[in-house]
């Protein structure tokens, strides 16, 4: 399956926008800093350093997501003739500066971590080489794109580890927050572990398998409940008939009626639970249906679920066998930002941080080396970029004077399996749901902390 990135100009589906517009997907402070280093002939390369200061509450690590979308992005970035004239309406830049933004191409280097790779506090998930003003522009983007999409990709895989095998499917698009966050939510989720999606245009674009069936309204509209599951049955044999909509064991009994009254025919594949006491009930569902002779008919379980709620079950020993999770995972409800920064760590090939309180910045561009111990990774290291040192280097340079490379361009089964493989070796309390105590390592090499400290001597002398 390939990720069928689509057409630039359907990036957004809201009517009007288009890739044409991104240019002004900024904030303004970007554009007025890009014509003060025009002016100041400050275009040579920075070095701009993504990265989360520390990770939210429970989280062991995060998935990195969003690469992707933010290549794409470099690669096609341009302004057009309107949004040029828009920002001449506003009185704050010059004719040489418009003229300059009108000529504008994306021309630098972007290193950056696979997506599905697990990282932690302070490590790089991708770096800009570019010049200056270039780098300067893509903030807003880059960050808001990496954000979100590694927000609920991390969030997703809590859900999957929780689920313990069983499938998840995504059936949180409409109480997302808009339309763009929702499509890249079930790319995220894809790349995160989640079997499935209801959101059937993020089916279209991304090639992620698409799933669902009915709500409780259809089952309201038709005069009887056994009526609603007969012609539900009949247009769609292997389907999930949802049990819950008046009394959820007299719904049972009737998929099971129905089921004597279909005989070899009955090719319903499972009940869905969407309230209640789901382990009580699925109990009693279980029961119900075995008894019947309905040992293959699965139950299936939604109705606000989260990671907590799904290990209970699961360790109760549940009789469930998938789940559907919206909002809590949608929404990333217990942790929905991360502490993520874009920092200038180089200019004009010297060594830049900041010596804000609480705000560390490592200088210079960087590498991070995973370290095994036979199959299972134990540290990271964080070390300047060209150290050698024992561990896989996790930074990889995706794209090389604003074109995408090959290595920045992954089918999005590829990075399904990858984010299964590198969670596969992170020690067993780091990629549970429960809080790792003690917390995965991360270390800065001696040469990164020297280099850090010589900057900061010079910066603060």
């Given at each position: 399956?390939?990720?069928?990135?689509?057409?630039?100009?359907?990036?957004?589906?809201?009517?009007?926008?288009?890739?044409?517009?991104?240019?002004?997907?900024?904030?303004?402070?970007?554009?007025?800093?890009?014509?003060?280093?025009?002016?100041?002939?400050?275009?040579?390369?920075?070095?701009?350093?993504?990265?989360?200061?520390?990770?939210?509450?429970?989280?062991?690590?995060?998935?990195?997501?969003?690469?992707?979308?933010?290549?794409?992005?470099?690669?096609?970035?341009?302004?057009?003739?309107?949004?040029?004239?828009?920002?001449?309406?506003?009185?704050?830049?010059?004719?040489?500066?418009?003229?300059?933004?009108?000529?504008?191409?994306?021309?630098?280097?972007?290193?950056?971590?696979?997506?599905?790779?697990?990282?932690?506090?302070?490590?790089?998930?991708?770096?800009?080489?570019?010049?200056?003003?270039?780098?300067?522009?893509?903030?807003?983007?880059?960050?808001?794109?990496?954000?979100?999409?590694?927000?609920?990709?991390?969030?997703?895989?809590?859900?999957?580890?929780?689920?313990?095998?069983?499938?998840?499917?995504?059936?949180?698009?409409?109480?997302?927050?808009?339309?763009?966050?929702?499509?890249?939510?079930?790319?995220?989720?894809?790349?995160?572990?989640?079997a499935a999606t209801s959101n059937v245009l993020a089916g279209k674009r991304y090639g992620v398998p698409v799933a669902g069936t009915m709500a409780h309204s259809y089952i309201q509209a038709h005069d009887d409940e056994m009526a609603a599951f007969r012609?539900?049955?009949?247009?769609?044999?292997?389907?999930?008939?949802?049990?819950?909509?008046?009394?959820?064991?007299?719904?049972?009994?009737?998929?099971?009626?129905?089921?004597?009254?279909?005989?070899?025919?009955?090719?319903?594949?499972?009940?869905?639970?969407?309230?209640?006491?789901?382990?009580?009930?699925?109990?009693?569902?279980?029961?119900?249906?075995?008894?019947?002779?309905?040992?293959?008919?699965?139950?299936?379980?939604?109705?606000?679920?989260?990671?907590?709620?799904?290990?209970?079950?699961?360790?109760?020993?549940?009789?469930?066998?998938?789940?559907?999770?919206?909002?809590?995972?949608?929404?990333?409800?217990?942790?929905?930002?991360?502490?993520?920064?874009?920092?200038?760590?180089?200019?004009?090939?010297?060594?830049?941080?900041?010596?804000?309180?609480?705000?560390?910045?490592?200088?210079?561009?960087?590498?991070?080396?995973?370290?095994?111990?036979?199959?299972?990774?134990?540290?990271?290291?964080?070390?300047?970029?060209?150290?050698?040192?024992?561990?896989?280097?996790?930074?990889?340079?995706?794209?090389?004077?604003?074109?995408?490379?090959?290595?920045?361009?992954?089918?999005?089964?590829?990075?399904?399996?990858?984010?299964?493989?590198?969670?596969a070796r992170l020690p067993a309390p780091v990629k549970a749901v429960a809080e790792a105590d003690p917390p995965y390592p991360v270390e800065v090499s001696p040469v990164l902390s020297d280099f850090h400290a010589k900057v900061t001597a010079r910066i603060g002398g």
């Amino acid at each position: 399956m390939h990720m069928n990135t689509p057409d630039p100009k359907e990036w957004f589906p809201v009517e009007g926008a288009a890739q044409d517009e991104l240019g002004l997907f900024t904030d303004l402070y970007e554009l007025t800093m890009m014509q003060a280093y025009l002016e100041e002939d400050m275009m040579a390369d920075a070095v701009f350093s993504l990265f989360v200061r520390r990770l939210p509450s429970r989280r062991n690590f995060l998935l990195a997501c969003g690469l992707d979308t933010v290549l794409d992005y470099l690669e096609n970035l341009r302004f057009t003739g309107e949004a040029i004239a828009y920002l001449a309406s506003l009185g704050k830049f010059s004719d040489r500066f418009l003229t300059w933004l009108r000529h504008f191409r994306f021309t630098g280097d972007v290193y950056a971590v696979p997506e599905g790779t697990p990282v932690f506090a302070n490590e790089p998930i991708l770096e800009v080489v570019a010049p200056l003003p270039e780098a300067q522009l893509a903030e807003t983007f880059i960050m808001n794109q990496i954000h979100v999409q590694t927000v609920l990709a991390s969030k997703a895989q809590r859900v999957v580890t929780a689920a313990a095998g069983r499938p998840v499917v995504d059936f949180g698009p409409r109480r997302m927050h808009g339309i763009d966050a929702a499509l890249k939510a079930a790319r995220a989720f894809y790349i995160g572990g989640v079997a499935a999606t209801s959101n059937v245009l993020a089916g279209k674009r991304y090639g992620v398998p698409v799933a669902g069936t009915m709500a409780h309204s259809y089952i309201q509209a038709h005069d009887d409940e056994m009526a609603a599951f007969r012609a539900f049955a009949r247009l769609y044999p292997e389907t999930v008939l949802l049990v819950d909509t008046y009394d959820t064991l007299a719904g049972v009994r009737k998929v099971i009626d129905l089921a004597r009254e279909l005989g070899e025919t009955f090719r319903v594949r499972a009940v869905r639970l969407d309230s209640g006491d789901l382990l009580a009930l699925s109990r009693q569902s279980r029961r119900l249906l075995d008894e019947a002779g309905l040992d293959t008919v699965e139950i299936f379980a939604s109705g606000g679920l989260d990671e907590d709620a799904i290990a209970a079950l699961v360790s109760s020993g549940a009789p469930i066998d998938g789940f559907g999770v919206g909002t809590s995972m949608g929404v990333s409800e217990d942790a929905p930002t991360l502490d993520i920064a874009y920092k200038l760590c180089e200019y004009a090939g010297e060594g830049r941080l900041k010596l804000s309180t609480g705000k560390p910045v490592l200088p210079g561009r960087k590498q991070v080396f995973r370290v095994a111990e036979g199959s299972q990774d134990v540290r990271d290291v964080i070390a300047r970029a060209g150290e050698d040192l024992p561990g896989r280097p996790l930074l990889a340079l995706m794209m090389h004077k604003g074109k995408r490379l090959p290595s920045g361009i992954v089918d999005l089964e590829t990075a399904r399996r990858y984010a299964q493989e590198q969670i596969a070796r992170l020690p067993a309390p780091v990629k549970a749901v429960a809080e790792a105590d003690p917390p995965y390592p991360v270390e800065v090499s001696p040469v990164l902390s020297d280099f850090h400290a010589k900057v900061t001597a010079r910066i603060g002398g």
